[in-house]
């Protein structure tokens, strides 16, 4: 689909007037109407919950904002338990689906009220010894190992993930023992989770999931008499980084979801289990850009165009190679006749956030949107070579815009030295 930024240039430029390029963008408007189609597609089912990812864009602004659209979040550690407290997000509305987990992270979540992800059949007893106690609401994470392929054609699999390679999760045997040893000492609620393919693009990966982990909770139920309250089908769904690929269509995958429950979970009587979420990517990548201005050109064996950010502002690029897309404002309707690298200035090869890109004939000064940043992008920065993290800025509704992160500064990144 065309890539249409959610900001004009007169807006960008106004905006630049009180903060300074680069900083990240998001748009109130858009994560508004993710959330909402989202709840609309799994209406179906009434228990029915997002759990945003917190580690994809970890603002409290944001967090808010999923909240009031009924979502809550899933945590993975210490901070982001903390960051839910202070937005007044406990209990049941958090998900902690974490891994190697410290023993002081459990007993914060639990002291939370949170609801707990197994990660590990060890954790059992190292969660009841941290805790004193199992708690009645328990969740286990689930990995059937070996490949998981969907949709091959000519061109290759749709998807293809290696869950066998993968750290997360427990064996099939381990999650039925897990069931029988978290029942025999107490639990009640019992949820099950899996996270099998990353970034996916294809409106059957969460209906492929949720046949599997229908199926195994139909037995899970029958085997060990353990009540399946919910069952989680975590993240992984993908957005559309290329302007060739299709999105996904949330409405065809709550369908396809809806399918296999109706096939699999009605005639086991198991029709009061309640679907969960933990979409990052989905809900706020294309609801977020980072925003930048073209510093430099450089003409050597290639065409350079240095701009304000760089890879601490969005890693993406620099590790996975990850496309994103570029709009140079103002000139959307130029013809793309110019191949450029896109760089930003770390002392590492690696940070360009476009190789060979064609692009309409960029000039000093212009603004580029980066599209697609709203999700692992501000969060995954860092501080090499000395770069200081940028705002984090919201569009309202309205068109005004506020400050939801200001911009480190020098003192921030001397804070924890000592002298
Ligand atoms: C990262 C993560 C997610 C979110 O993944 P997305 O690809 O952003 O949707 C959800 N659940 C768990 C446990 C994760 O680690």
């Given at each position: 689909?065309?890539?249409?930024?959610?900001?004009?240039?007169?807006?960008?430029?106004?905006?630049?007037?009180e903060y300074p390029t680069p900083f990240h963008l998001y748009d109130e408007a858009g994560i508004?109407?993710?959330?909402?189609?989202?709840?609309?597609?799994?209406s179906w089912n009434p228990g029915f919950r997002e759990y945003f990812a917190v580690k994809a864009t970890p603002t409290p602004r944001i967090l808010n904002i999923l909240h009031e659209e009924g979502c809550g979040m899933d945590c993975s550690s210490l901070t982001e338990l903390m960051m839910c407290q202070r937005c007044g997000i406990v209990g049941k509305e958090i998900m902690f689906s974490s891994n190697d987990t410290p023993a002081e992270e459990f007993a914060f979540a639990d002291e939370l009220g949170a609801i707990i992800n197994l990660d590990d059949f060890t954790h059992i007893d190292y969660l009841e010894k941290t805790i004193g106690k199992i708690p009645e609401t328990i969740s286990c994470r689930f990995n059937p190992g070996g490949?998981?392929?969907?949709?091959?054609?000519?061109?290759?699999?749709?998807?293809?993930?290696?869950?066998?390679?993968?750290?997360?999760?427990?064996?099939?045997?381990?999650?039925?023992e897990a069931f029988r040893i978290l029942k025999a000492k107490g639990a009640k609620r019992f949820?099950?989770?899996?996270?099998?393919?990353?970034?996916?693009?294809?409106?059957?990966?969460?209906?492929?999931?949720?046949?599997?982990?229908?199926?195994l909770a139909v037995e899970l139920e029958r085997e060990t008499g353990a009540k399946v309250a919910f069952i989680n089908l975590s993240g992984g769904v993908g957005v559309d980084y290329r302007p060739d690929q299709e999105a996904n269509d949330i409405y065809a995958?709550?369908?396809?979801?809806?399918?296999?429950?109706?096939?699999?979970?009605?005639?086991?009587?198991?029709?009061?289990?309640?679907?969960?979420?933990?979409?990052?990517?989905?809900m706020l990548a294309p609801n977020g850009h980072l925003v930048t201005r073209v510093l430099h050109e450089k003409h050597t064996y290639k065409e350079y165009i240095?701009?304000?950010?760089?890879?601490?502002?969005?890693?993406?690029?620099?590790?996975?190679?990850a496309y994103?897309?570029?709009t140079v404002m103002g000139?959307?309707?130029?013809?793309?006749?110019?191949?450029?690298?896109?760089?930003?200035?770390?002392?590492?090869?690696?940070?360009?956030?476009?190789?060979?890109?064609?692009?309409p004939k960029v000039e000093i000064g212009d603004l580029m949107v980066i599209h697609d940043t709203g999700a692992h992008g501000f969060s995954m920065g860092y501080n090499y070579n000395g770069r200081l993290r940028s705002a984090e800025l919201l569009l309202r509704e309205d068109g005004s815009v506020e400050l939801m992160r200001r911009a480190e500064t020098p003192d921030d990144y001397f804070a924890t030295l000592v002298w």
């Open positions: 689909m065309k890539k249409i930024p959610f900001a004009t240039k007169a807006q960008l430029e106004d905006i630049c007037k508004r109407a993710t959330a909402r189609a989202v709840y609309k597609a799994f490949v998981f392929q969907l949709g091959e054609s000519k061109e290759g699999f749709q998807v293809m993930d290696n869950p066998g390679d993968a750290k997360y999760g427990m064996t099939r045997d381990q999650l039925f949820g099950i989770h899996s996270f099998l393919a990353s970034n996916t693009i294809s409106n059957d990966y969460y209906p492929a999931l949720a046949g599997q982990l229908f199926q995958i709550g369908e396809g979801v809806r399918q296999q429950y109706e096939k699999i979970l009605v005639p086991a009587g198991m029709d009061d289990v309640a679907i969960y979420t933990e979409m990052g990517r989905f240095g701009v304000d950010a760089c890879a601490a502002n969005l890693m993406r690029p620099a590790i996975y190679g994103h897309h570029i000139k959307e309707n130029q013809p793309c006749d110019h191949k450029y690298d896109v760089v930003g200035s770390l002392c590492e090869n690696s940070d360009k956030f476009a190789v060979d890109r064609m692009l």
